[in-house]
């Protein structure tokens, strides 16, 4: 079993870097249905990351279908600027790393043809190799997090419909912080409802399909446990990884796209 990611030394080359910034329009949109995505790094995506000789990693720059960019779908940029959402979707935000495909642009394209018209929203926020205490009230990325997402909504018409969570890896290495892990999402979950106002903020969050063999299921059983309202579990186990049994592959994430899409789907959005 490989280490977390936290020993992971390459940097991501940033979109920002890469694009022509003259040749993206200023987007002004409105009436966007904004999703929050955030956790650790099979959030920010690691499908098509290879590993070359002397440790270089690199993303292998395919994009599937269901990943494609569209019109209708934009990303809330490092520089909290609206701008066309396009894979690698964190490569402003997990920085530290090499980022490939994760779920948000499969889970994006599959609401998008089942919800039918409207623009969409993604926010961008997970960082690898992350604990959740990390993530805790007036923490460094927990307040990033809660002002890109206030930014966000500031957007004329624009509402907040859901954060996607997947995060719990790095806390499955000692027992303590797999059995505290109950106790610090829940806290999490209250502490993003009140800071957004948004008392029954939809959260999906899934159930780690990797992890320290030792207490893994500790962190999966506390987060299927998670009795909240509006609170809805997707389970990533069993979903393809990559070799270093850690990240998911780039199929994997397109499916775990869709499962997320379809718990927002059917517990979220009344049927037509």
């Not at 927990?142 to 790095?170: F, H």
């Not at 775990?256 to 718990?263: E, S």
């Not at 927002?264 to 037509?272: I, K, M, Q």
Request: overall charge negative.
């Amino acid at each position: 079993m490989s280490t977390i990611e936290t020993q992971e030394q390459s940097a991501n080359p940033s979109l920002l870097e890469a694009t022509d910034m003259s040749t993206i329009p200023d987007l002004n949109p409105s009436d966007l249905h904004i999703f929050i995505l955030s956790g650790q790094s099979n959030m920010a995506g690691r499908g098509g990351v290879i590993r070359h000789p002397h440790n270089h990693k690199q993303w292998d720059g395919i994009v599937p279908p269901e990943c494609r960019s569209d019109p209708s779908i934009l990303r809330l940029s490092a520089h909290l600027r609206w701008e066309p959402a396009a894979e690698p979707l964190h490569a402003d935000i997990d920085t530290g790393k090499v980022c490939g495909v994760g779920p948000g642009m499969s889970f994006a394209n599959a609401v998008r043809q089942h919800a039918g018209g409207g623009m969409m929203g993604l926010v961008p926020c997970a960082v690898g190799g992350t604990a959740i205490k990390e993530w805790a009230r007036g923490e460094k990325l927990y307040e990033e997090m809660v002002e890109r997402a206030r930014e966000s909504a500031k957007t004329k018409g624009s509402e907040i419909k859901a954060l996607l969570w997947y995060q719990g890896e790095s806390d499955a290495l000692t027992e303590h912080d797999a059995e505290s892990y109950r106790v610090n999402m829940e806290k999490l979950i209250h502490n993003v409802r009140e800071d957004l106002h948004l008392p029954s903020l939809p959260i999906i969050q899934v159930a780690i399909a990797s992890g320290d063999e030792r207490y893994i299921e500790k962190v999966r059983e506390a987060q299927k446990s998670i009795d909240l309202p509006k609170v809805v579990c997707v389970d990533a186990k069993g979903l393809q990884l990559k070799e270093d049994n850690l990240h998911l592959t780039t199929e994997a994430q397109v499916q775990l796209g869709r499962m997320l899409a379809d718990a927002y789907l059917s517990h979220y959005v009344a049927a037509p």
